[in-house]
C-alpha cells in the first residue's frame, strides 16, 4: 500500500523569492495525487523575508517554517533538523530552487510503498535528463564526485538532493555526522540502505544562485573520507595509517638526507629526521585516520603520540643501529636499514594510537 500522508522538507538559503511557486506546485500535485502532506521549509537565517512567505502561504496550505540559528549554516543539518520535525513517517527532501520536479513526487513514494528505506530521484538513468543550462564543468564535477562513491554504494545518482525516505528505516538521525550538501549520501552510506532509482527531469534554478563553490567542494571531500572511515572500519584506518606512515617516510628520508647532506652525523641526523615525521604523523592521524574519534587537546595528545612513538622508535632506532652497526650491506644502504625499522615500528605504534592516543569516546570515561 502507497504512503497516504508525507513530510516535504526543504532546505533554504536565500530562497524566498523561489518558495511560493513551488509550494503552488506542491499544492498542485499533492490535491491530485490526494495526499495528506506538510512542507517543511528549514531556513539557515537567511533574512532574506522568507518569514512572509510562509506566514502568507500558511493561511491556506500546510507550511510550516523552522529558522536554525547555528554557528555555520549547513544544508545536511538543516535537512536533518526538518526530518526531526516531520509529523510523518514519510519524508521527501527536496531543492527549493524548483531544479527537483514536485509533480514526481507520487512516482518516488510508489517506488517507496515496495518497502524499500529510500527512493532516490535520479539525473544519471535512462529516461533522466538535465538542463542544458548545465555548464560542462559542473557535470563534470558531478560525474567525478559521483565516482568516488562507487566503493560506497550502488546507486547511479548517490548526490541527489531530491529522495523519499521511510523515516522509520533510517539510520537514528543524531548519530549522523554529514558535512555539507550530500545528506541523501550520508543516509545510504551510514543506514546502509538499498536504494532505487527514479529518473527525473533535473532543470537549473532560474531564480537566485547555486550555493555549491570551492568550499562546498572540500566539505564534499571531508565528508567523503568520513564515510570511507565508516565503511571500511579497521581495515580502513590502517590502510590510512600506513598511508600516513609512508608519506612520513618520505618526510623521514628527506630531512635525514637534507641534514647528512650539510654533513651531520647520520645518527644526529636520524634522531632529528624522527621528531620531524613523528609529528607529520600524528597531525595526519589525527585529522584523516582517527577523524571520527573525539578530538582532544591537541598538545597533550602530540605529546602522547610523539612520546608514544618514542616506544615504536626504540624498535625503529635499535634495529636501524643493530643493521648498521652489525651488517656492511645496510652500513652501505643506511636507507634500508631506515626503512625496516619504520616497520617494525609501525605495527607498535598504530597499537598505541588506536588505543591510547587517539581513543574511541568513552573508553577512558570515569564514572559517569
Ligand atoms: N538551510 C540551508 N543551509 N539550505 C541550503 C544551504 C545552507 O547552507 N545551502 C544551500 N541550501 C539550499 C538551497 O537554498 C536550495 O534549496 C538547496 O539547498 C540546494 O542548494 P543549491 O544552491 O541550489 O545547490 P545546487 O543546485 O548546486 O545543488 C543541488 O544539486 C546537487 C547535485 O549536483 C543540491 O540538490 C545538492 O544536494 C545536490 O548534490
Ligand atoms: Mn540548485
Known amino acids: 500500500m502507497s504512503a497516504t500522508a508525507l513530510s516535504i522538507v526543504v532546505p533554504t538559503f536565500r530562497e524566498a523569492g523561489n518558495l511560493e511557486a513551488l509550494a503552488r506546485r506542491i499544492e498542485r500535485t499533492m490535491r491530485a495525487a490526494g495526499l495528506e502532506w506538510e512542507l517543511i521549509v528549514v531556513d539557515d537565517d537567511s ?39 516531520a509529523h510523518h513517517d514519510v519524508v521527501v527532501v527536496m531543492d527549493a530552487d524548483l531544479s527537483h520536479p514536485p509533480e514526481a513526487i507520487p512516482e518516488l513514494l510508489a517506488s517507496l510503498s515496495e518497502g524499500k528505506p529510500m527512493v532516490v530521484g535520479s539525473r544519471y538513468l535512462p529516461g533522466s535528463s538535465l538542463d542544458e543550462e548545465w555548464g560542462a564543468d559542473r557535470l563534470l564535477q558531478s560525474r567525478l564526485a559521483t565516482i568516488l562513491t562507487k566503493p560506497l554504494v550502488s546507486c547511479a545518482d548517490p548526490m541527489s538532493g531530491f529522495f523519499a525516505a521511510d523515516l522509520r528505516q533510517l539510520p537514528v538521525l543524531s548519530e549522523l555526522r554529514p558535512i555539507g550538501f550530500k545528506i541523501g549520501l550520508e543516509l545510504m552510506v551510514r543506514g546502509e540502505l538499498d536504494v532505487v ?60 638526507w637534507g641534514i647528512r647532506w650539510a654533513g651531520v652525523d647520520h645518527r644526529v641526523a636520524r634522531l632529528i629526521s624522527f621528531w ?26 602530540w605529546v602522547k ?7 615504536g622508535f626504540g624498535a625503529n632506532f635499535g634495529s636501524y643501529l643493530a643493521l648498521t652497526g652489525m651488517l656492511d650491506l645496510f652500513q652501505r644502504n643506511q636507507t634500508f636499514a631506515l626503512i625496516c625499522g619504520v616497520a617494525l615500528g609501525t605495527a607498535a605504534n598504530y597499537a598505541m594510537a588506536t588505543l591510547f592516543v587517539f581513543p574511541r569516546a568513552g573508553r577512558r570515561r570515569k564514572n559517569p
Open 47 to 85: 533574512r532574506d523575508g522568507i518569514e512572509q512567505v510562509v506566514a502568507e502561504l500558511s493561511d491556506d496550505m500546510p507550511v510550516r517554517l523552522e529558522v536554525r540559528i547555528a554557528p555555520r549554516r549547513d544544508l545536511s543539518l538543516s535537512v536533518v533538523r526538518g526530518m526531526e520535525l
Open 276 to 301: 620531524i615525521a613523528a609529528s607529520w604523523n600524528w597531525w595526519l592521524n589525527r585529522n584523516l585516520t582517527f577523524e571520527e574519534r573525539p578530538k582532544r587537546r591537541p598538545g597533550w595528545q
Open 305 to 311: 603520540f610523539v612520546g608514544g612513538s618514542l616506544v
Open 197 to 256: 532509482e527514479v529518473p527525473i527531469f533535473f532543470k537549473d534554478r532560474s531564480v537566485g544562485q547555486s550555493k555549491m563553490n570551492a568550499r562546498q567542494q572540500i566539505n564534499y571531500l571531508r565528508h567523503l573520507w568520513r564515510l570511507y572511515l565508516f565503511r571500511f572500519g579497521r581495515p580502513g584506518r590502517m590502510v590510512s595509517f600506513v598511508m600516513v606512515g609512508s608519506s612520513g617516510l618520505l618526510v623521514d628520508i628527506a630531512v635525514f
